[in-house]
């Protein structure tokens, strides 16, 4: 079973391009598997909610909703710095992330571990190497 790493950007995805992330992901993904997301995301999200206005905030309280609804699997990280504990995570074991991040795209992809990304404002895609 595969597991996906939700990264705190792509959890904005759904409020800020009405993309509905979950069954995108059914749709590009032929296989089972688990929706995982970092403690330190979780952390991102609600710091968000408390220090900022209009649509981040927004945006934000739908990705913790979304991730009361779906439940998924919280890996827990000592590490504070998200992008770093993703990349830590994913050269151990197979694991595909979900992000919209420049860099960590660009990382990840160097390192053939593949990616799921948001195409044209309108639906995901998943890059492999």
């Known amino acids: 079973m595969k597991k996906i ?13 009405k993309v509905d992330i979950f069954s995108e992901i059914d ?7 688990n929706i995982c997301i970092l403690n330190k995301t979780i952390n991102e999200l609600n710091n968000l909610v408390e220090k900022s206005r209009g649509k981040d905030k927004k945006a934000a309280q739908l990705a913790l909703k979304l991730i009361q609804h779906k ?11 998200v992008d770093k504990a993703i990349l830590n995570i994913a050269k151990k074991q197979t694991h595909i992330i979900a992000t919209q991040d420049k860099e960590l795209k660009k990382t990840l992809q160097a390192r053939g571990i593949p990616i799921i990304v948001l195409r044209q404002k309108r639906y995901l895609q998943l890059k492999q190497t």
């Not at 990264?7 to 800020?16: A, C, H, S």
């Not at 749709?27 to 598997?33: F, V």
């Open 71 to 81: 439940n998924p699997e919280i890996i827990k990280t000592k590490i504070n710095y």
């Open 27 to 33: 749709r590009i993904l032929d296989t089972k598997y």
């Open 5 to 17: 790493i939700l990264d705190t950007n792509f959890l904005l995805i759904p409020y800020q391009f």
